[in-house]
């Protein structure tokens, strides 16, 4: 017998989160972490379109540290520490190790004082493309927090970072 991928469960316009529970598709938090996938799925182009070496395996890093924020936004705060017993959540270390690498990234790239337009090659492109759906993600994460869906100040902070890193890393990206 074939395993199929479809369930049919989805069907009705509700998606089941992580640990339990169902919510419709148009919830808030299926909108935060569908937006987290969006940005690991433009990371995965931008990876594809780089021949860069540091660019390539800071995106990766980068994907599956979302990983880790997709699983936390998809789980029902009421259902924590099941996450936690199989995951790790966002940490205050993730954050710091992500304000080193645009630190380190700044020191090598000197910004133009004009806004930057995207679209200086395919793969600064598309990394612009992944920093834009972080930052819907971003405010997807603070509507959730504000209403009290979300309890990790730490999700938040990195979620900051993060799209601040990709812009950071689409001018090292076209660097001269």
């Known amino acids: 017998m074939v395993k199929t991928i479809y369930t049919k469960y989805g069907d009705q316009g509700e998606t089941g989160l992580l640990y339990g529970g169902r919510v419709s598709k148009a919830n808030p938090r299926t909108e935060a972490y569908g937006a987290v996938d969006e940005t690991v799925s433009a990371l995965g182009l931008a990876k594809?379109?780089?021949?860069?070496?540091f660019v390539q395996e800071s995106i990766d890093r980068l994907q599956r540290d979302?990983?880790?924020?997709?699983?936390?936004?998809?789980?029902?705060?009421?259902?924590r520490e099941k996450l936690l017993k199989h995951f790790t959540a966002v940490?205050?270390?993730?954050?710091?190790?992500?304000?080193?690498?645009?630190d380190d990234i700044t020191a090598q790239v000197a910004l133009p004082r004009e806004f930057i337009i995207p679209g200086g090659s395919t793969a600064s492109a598309a990394i612009?493309?992944?920093r834009t759906t972080l930052r819907r993600a971003e405010r997807r994460a603070v509507a959730l927090y504000d209403s009290g869906q979300l309890d990790?100040?730490?999700?938040?902070?990195?979620?900051?970072?993060?799209s601040d890193f990709l812009f950071m890393l689409a001018r090292y990206q076209d660097r001269p």
């Open 128 to 130: 612009d493309v992944a």
């Open 66 to 79: 979302l990983f880790t924020v997709g699983a936390e936004l998809a789980t029902d705060p009421a259902e």
């Open 48 to 53: 594809a379109l780089s021949s860069d070496l």
């Open 91 to 102: 940490t205050p270390e993730m954050t710091q190790t992500l304000e080193r690498s645009i």
């Open 152 to 162: 990790s100040p730490e999700l938040l902070r990195y979620l900051n970072r993060a």
